[in-house]
Every structure is written in C-alpha cells, then in structure tokens.
C-alpha cells in the first residue's frame, strides 16, 4: 500500500504510543478523583499541557482540551461568538473553511439570528484582504480564518490578517489543524487556535484549542467543570498524553540545525526544515509526473504559499470517485478533500469558493505526503496513475470503435 492522504490522518508515531500505554494499563484513574489514582492521572494531563503550552509560546491555562480539531473549532466559533459583549452579533469567515467552522457558521447565520461576511477568495485561494478590512463592523465579535486549508493546503497571510483585525478590534480564531508542524506557528497572531492530535503523529479523539488569557468562551457541552468549566467531560488521559509526546516529536528540529541547535533541536521530526523541504520536492516531482501523464491536468491552489506536502490536482473529463477508486485497486490511498464527510466524494466546496468550474472541482484528488513517503512510493503511484489512464484510454478507443461499428 502507497499511503499519501497525510492530510487525513498521520500513523501514531512510537513516541505518542509509548506515552500512551500506561494510562492504557495501570494508570487508569479518572483524573476528577482525589485518591492516589486519580491524582496520577491528573498529574499526566498537568504535565502533557504544560509541555504542549511550552512548545506552542502559550500558557498553560489558555489550552483547552477537547476531543479533536472538530470540536476545537466549533467551541472557538459558537463558544466566542455567543458571548455577551457590547457588539452585536456579526461574524466574519469564508466558503472555503473546513466544514468545521463553515457548519458552525452557518448554523448561528441560520438559525441565532448572526449576520455572516463570507469573504472571497481568488483563484489560488487567497482571502480577499481588502473585503476583509471594508467588512469589518462596530458590531463584528468574530472572525475565523484557517491558516492553512485541508484540501490545497493554501496558506493564508495570517500576519496581514491578524493586523486588520486587531487594528478595528475584532477577535481573531484560526483552524491551525492543518498547518502545525508544517509551517510555523505563531500564536501571537490570534486570539484562538484550534489543532488535532491525529494530524501530527499522535492518536485520534485528542485535540485542544488555544484560547488567549482574559478572553471567555461559553461552554456549547454541559455536564461537569473541567477544563476550568469550558469543555465538561472526564479527559482522555491516554490520548492527551500521546499528544504531547507526538507534538514534541514532530518539531524536533524545526527552528534549528546542527550548526545553530537551540533548544528544540534534534534531528528527525516530521516538522524539521529538512523534513518539510524533503517533502516538498517528491511533492513536486509527483505533481510534474502527473502532468506528464495527463497533459491536462490542473494543480488547484497558490504554486508557492502552501504547505509542502499537499497536491492538489483536477483531472478534466473524470470524476474524483472514479479516480479515487481506481488509485484504490492500485493500492494508492489519496482522497477528493476533508476526510470528514463520511467517505461522500461531492464537487469540492473549496475549489468553488475559489471560483474555478464545477468540473474542475468534481475531478480534483488531494495527495499529501509525511515522514514515511519515500521517493519509491512516489515513484510507484506515479506508475499506478499511468497504468489507470492506459486502461482509460484503452476503454475509450474501444467505446468510440463500438460506437462506429
């Protein structure tokens, strides 16, 4: 099996199993309880937060931990956006979002009333910085933009962003899902983050979101005071503490080298500079072979500011579950976009925020690569694509041959 659907998910790496299995095991207590047990349990997600706070530039009490990206945007977007301020009820986001934030959205548009901005973006997925400034109101409470997106891994100019809002006031929240530990992350630019454990190397049902010191959130679960009464619920101790070891593994390296280590450096995290270089040149090298292969096809998204290990492509006169089917029988995992709908393979709702034709965006297939591609298996689904579109083309010639008998 060729594995490029990183954007996905990401193996468990050793060092999020290894810091996982005792609370699998013996140390099983619920970290709510007084007793020996418990406070063993609470001492691991103590720990697993100031280490995770400390590699972020954050403060500890300013992370909240929840069950996954999902839930860390839909807490950023109904937890501020709710809350009472002297503003009125305007928000400010894009189609382009993860449906993470674009449902949640939607749903305060739709059913409480919110007045939404849903600002452009241009053909390679950029924000319309200009629409941005003009939209912004007395009345607007928030504005959510993703640092980078899941499908074309297009990098938005967070810093640019980020001015804009805190010149007129407005709080800023960011999808970071995608971008941490592939480019860097920069916490003072906004006032909430949201991250995924299952992105980076670490287990599934984990994540966090990074909620700057003196802002409030309301809750939008009940049931209990944890998490400083922000997110109820008995914590995933296991999974917390595989977070912490996979995020640290992952920016080992990254900010240093051997000639200039600072602290975080030691070789080898996926989030290294040499890492991410190395994956964006079988990025490209994958990219040209598929262009070689079928001269027709379109890569979607920015050429330069995106995150180095995602292609994304349109094949014209195809449909991406057709595609993505026959990637499948040639053992080559890729995807059509968000890994979130269900296995729906639909038009991207990405690639039409970003104005391109329904075909190109009903033919696109995202390939996204991480620490354990290898030039081999790029190789080998570059072959597997050639291979498809040969029989492709052979069914065509005998359809049209058909056709004239």
């Known amino acids: 099996m060729i594995y490029l659907d990183y ?31 418990g406070r063993e349990a609470r001492a691991a997600i103590d720990d697993s937060r100031d280490k995770l706070a400390k590699l972020l530039g954050a403060k500890s009490h300013e992370l909240i931990f929840t069950s996954g990206g999902t839930e860390s945007c839909n807490l950023a977007v109904l937890g501020l956006a709710r809350c009472p301020t002297s503003r ?22 739709k059913r409480e009333g919110f007045e939404v901005t849903w600002l452009n973006l241009s053909r390679d997925g950029i924000v319309d910085l200009d629409q941005l400034a003009t939209a912004i109101r007395p009345e607007t409470r928030l504005a959510s933009i993703m640092t980078a997106n899941n499908e074309t891994g297009v990098v938005q100019p967070m810093r640019r962003i980020s001015e804009i809002c805190r ?16 480019i860097d992350t920069d916490l003072s630019l906004v006032d909430s983050a949201s991250f995924a454990a299952h992105k980076f190397y670490g287990p599934k049902g984990a994540g966090l979101l990074f909620l700057r010191s003196g802002l409030s959130v309301q809750p939008i679960m009940f049931g209990g005071t944890h998490e400083n009464e922000r997110r109820p619920g008995t914590e995933n101790v ?9 995020a640290e593994w992952t920016l080992r390296g990254r900010g240093g080298s051997p000639d200039h280590p600072n602290d975080l450096y030691q070789p080898g995290g996926p989030g290294s500079a040499d890492e991410q270089e190395r994956e964006k040149v079988l990025r490209d090298e994958l990219g040209a072979r598929v262009t070689q292969i079928f001269s027709e096809a ?35 995992c890729a995807s059509s976009g968000s890994a979130c709908m269900v296995g729906s393979v639909v038009a991207s709702h990405v690639l039409l925020a970003m104005g391109l034709p329904t075909e190109r965006a009903k033919s696109a297939v995202r390939f996204s690569l991480g620490k354990q591609t290898t030039a ?30």
Request: aromatic share 6%; proline share 4%.
């Open 376 to 405: 081999e298996e790029i190789d080998g689904a570059a072959d597997a694509i050639a291979r498809i579109f040969e029989r492709f083309a052979r069914t065509k010639t005998k359809s049209e041959a058909y056709a004239v008998a």
């Open 238 to 246: 296991a999974a917390i503490a595989g977070m912490a070891a996979a």
């Open 298 to 332: 379109q890569q979607n998204g920015d050429p330069v500011n995106r995150l180095p290990n995602t292609l994304n492509v349109s094949f014209p006169g195809f449909d991406s579950e057709t595609l993505l089917m026959a990637l499948d029988l040639e053992g080559v």
């Open 88 to 109: 009125g009820g305007h928000v400010i986001s894009n189609k382009g979002e993860h449906h993470a934030v674009l449902n949640a959205v939607e749903y305060l548009e």
């Open 7 to 37: 954007s996905a998910t990401t193996p468990l790496c050793d060092q999020a199993r290894e810091a996982m299995l005792p609370y699998l095991d013996r140390h099983f207590g619920n970290p709510s309880s007084v007793h020996a047990a």
């Open 167 to 182: 010149e007129r006031g407005v709080l800023l929240h960011s999808d970071m899902v995608q971008s941490f530990g592939k």
